[in-house]
């Protein structure tokens, strides 16, 4: 059984305006928290999610700030992590979703260095240094989240953690990197009683995907994926909310695959 959260519990999902980023924030919204949603550039995007996590809160005190910028710029994060505070007072969980895809996708022999900076400033280097705001937000304040077990850390990675797709090899590095600050980030909090765990999403119907459905609707169809069917955002909702609810008090520095059994080894 899932533990109780007295209060609302205050919680920054970065890239939270759409996406998977957009189905965590709804599923926490439902289940009675209060979630900052980051947007990089769409702020329409973000009013329009921060609406529809109103929708479905369960309780008037629940809150919904929006919160700009740019993970992979160190002033940016440093006024993320300032407005969240301002607005919450306290910082239960950060969700390090927010990633980009490469703007042009090329064979490894043929890629760019500004495209690889580009990747890995947000997907890598932003969550990795977001992450430490938090840990020392979080050290300086021992034992104050509201959510069973303490605080949660979070990185969202992807199946290219392990899988290689040699025409976005820098995105690749980028979620592989992720599954090693998830391990450094356990291990450093893990006696102040803070969770790091990594979600492994498979592939997924978002916007990073929409260009290439035929393709994977056909792989889909063939069994690439056990399950035989495309991942949503709910999906790593549901898992993100079983976390902060305390479903894994255990665990920590894991990797929860949600990818419809994508990667298990098979003849």
């Known amino acids: 059984m899932l533990g109780t959260v007295k209060s609302p519990a205050n919680i920054l999902v970065t890239g939270s305006s759409r996406g998977l980023g957009r189905g965590i924030a709804l599923r926490l919204a439902a289940a009675g928290h209060s979630v900052a949603i980051h947007f990089a550039s769409n702020r329409t995007a973000a009013e329009e ?18 919160v700009g910028g740019n993970v992979g710029d160190a002033a940016d994060r440093e006024r993320m992590m ?40 947000v997907n890598l280097k932003g969550p990795y240094f977001l992450s430490q705001l938090a840990a020392r937000h979080w050290l300086a304040k021992p034992g104050e989240s509201v959510l069973p077990g303490g605080y949660k850390l979070i990185f969202v990675s992807s199946l290219s953690a392990d899988t290689a797709s040699i025409n976005r090899g820098e995105y690749c590095i980028s979620k592989a990197a992720l599954g090693m600050a998830t391990k450094l980030w356990a291990v450093r909090l893990a006696e102040s009683g803070t969770q790091v765990l990594e979600l492994r999403p498979g592939i997924m119907a978002t916007d990073m995907t929409s260009g290439v459905k035929e393709k994977y609707d056909k792989l889909l169809a063939e069994g690439i994926v ?16 079983s976390i902060l609810g305390g479903a894994f008090p255990f665990s920590t520095g894991d990797v929860i695959n949600i990818d419809g059994g994508f990667h298990l080894k098979r003849l």
């Open 226 to 241: 056990p399950q035989k069917r495309w991942g949503n955002p709910e999906d790593v909702g549901l898992a993100v909310e």
């Open 49 to 66: 999610t921060s609406a529809a996590c109103a929708a479905v809160a369960v309780s008037p005190a629940q809150k919904f700030p929006i």
């Open 82 to 121: 300032a407005e969240t505070l301002a607005a919450f007072g306290r910082l239960d969980a950060l969700v390090n979703n927010a990633g980009i895809a490469p703007r042009v996708r090329a064979d490894i022999t043929e890629a760019t260095e500004d495209i690889f900076d580009e990747v890995l400033g």
